[in-house]
């Protein structure tokens, strides 16, 4: 069908087609922020800006009216869900930096085992990352090395937390990874096998790097179900039939293979 016949005979689908190009825009300029951040990489990044303009091109040129409405809902589901993805993604990147963080002043304290500083550096990211209780304790056992008059914001920092109100679960030991043994609040390294039980408790609570590639693959994925089923379907007989199944043989494996976790001692 010609685009002009197709204005005048379907145009609320030609107008669904032309308005599926505003957030097809955003999310390429979206995928563009993630591969050069590093969240999504080279060829998923160029996959999916590949997926978007044939998502908008189907969208145009649809087989039926009703693909460009469908294809239009499903973008705009993927823009709605945009601003949720993004929050999860920059809160993964602070918790990693925290975690950082910790690693470096896990390290100073090994360098220096009476390194007072860093383990109240440590006391102060646990507090941030929503570990008052351990926090508390630890930053405790260093307030005494630690002279009001030199070190008064320290000071007044723990005050601050004794009158914060902390539920009573703050101060519940933490199991070691390595050996099971539970620590109870303030202790730095597990009181048995000398382990870093903290560092490696806030490791497997950050999410994991493969976020941005995990939902890039999802969303490939829905693309290609819903813009080549419909093509794939015109078709007819058999052709369509093995068209159809191995549409749906390369979305599993994609899914599959984006969504391994290589990694099974982190949590996913």
Same mark, same amino acid.
């Given at each position: ?7 005048? /005979? ?6 669904? $087609? +032309? ?18 951040? $590093? ?7 160029? &996959? ?10 189907? !969208? ?32 993964? /990147? ?16 090994? &360098?220096?085992?009476?390194?007072? !500083? ?23 056992? +260093? ?5 009001? !008059? ?13 009158? &914060? ?10 199991? +070691?990874?390595?050996? /099971? ?5 303030? =202790?730095? =390294?597990?009181?048995? +096998? ?17 976020? $941005? ?37 390369? /979305? ?12 099974? $001692?982190?949590?996913?």
């Amino acid at each position: 069908m010609q685009l002009k016949e197709r204005i005048f /005979s379907e145009p609320i689908s030609f107008m669904f $087609g +032309c308005l599926i190009w505003i957030p097809l825009a955003i999310w390429i300029i979206s995928l563009m922020r993630w591969m050069i951040s $590093g969240e999504v990489d080279l060829i998923l990044g160029l &996959t999916g800006m590949c997926m978007a303009v044939l998502l908008g091109y189907i !969208a145009i040129n649809p087989p039926a009216p009703q693909v460009s409405i469908l294809a239009f809902v499903a973008v705009v589901v993927t823009m709605v869900m945009y601003p949720i993805v993004a929050h999860a993604m920059n809160k993964r /990147s602070l918790k990693a930096m925290d975690v950082e963080d910790l690693e470096r002043a896990y390290y100073a304290l090994k &360098t220096r085992p009476d390194n007072v !500083a860093a383990k109240f550096k440590i006391a102060r990211l646990l507090y941030d990352m929503g570990y008052p209780g351990h926090a508390l304790r630890i930053a405790e056992n +260093c307030i005494a090395a630690m002279p009001q !008059a030199f070190f008064y914001e320290e000071h007044r920092l723990i005050a601050r937390w004794r009158i &914060t109100p902390t539920s009573p679960r703050a101060f519940d030991p933490i199991p +070691c990874l390595e050996c /099971s043994q539970s620590n109870p609040p303030g =202790n730095v =390294n597990c009181a048995a +096998c000398g382990a870093p039980f903290l560092l490696d408790r806030m490791k497997g609570k950050v999410l994991p790097s493969t976020l $941005g590639k995990r939902l890039m693959a999802a969303w490939i994925v829905m693309v290609a179900v819903l813009a080549g089923l419909p093509l794939i379907a015109s078709i007819g007989g058999l052709v369509a039939v093995f068209g159809i199944f191995t549409l749906l043989v390369i /979305s599993v494996a994609v899914l599959l293979v984006a969504f391994r976790n290589p990694d099974r $001692g982190v949590a996913a």
